[in-house]
């Protein structure tokens, strides 16, 4: 299997910016057992404000949504800013399954969770 992203294209891709002290971070690829660790990983490196852009997420299983859960409850706990960004039902059912697409701040645009949490 390839590693650090040589050979076959990597199925998971993460960036980050800063915007108004906020950490942005961009998400693409599948978010699956596979990748959980990259993405666990990257995640603990973030700020405490965070911005999950997932626009770019072309599947997301339980697992994943658990870490993006446990990310949404430590930001709370700290009082921090936390905003989900370009989550589509058609990669991120299980969002919606298990209920935590009406509790999560989820919004449309980046634009729209700064306006809402900056």
Known sequence: MPENGEGSVA????T??????ITVVKVDGVLDATTREQ??????????DLILDLAGVTFMDSRALGLIVHQWQTSLA?????AL???EYSKSKVMWITGLAQRLPL????DDALAAIG
């Open 78 to 82: 700290a009082s921090s800013r936390f």
């Open 39 to 48: 993405f666990a990983d990257y995640l603990s490196l973030s700020g405490p």
């Open 107 to 110: 919004y449309d645009t980046l």
């Open 11 to 14: 199925a998971l891709s993460l």
């Open 85 to 87: 960004v370009g989550v």
């Open 16 to 21: 980050s910016s800063t915007v108004n002290e």
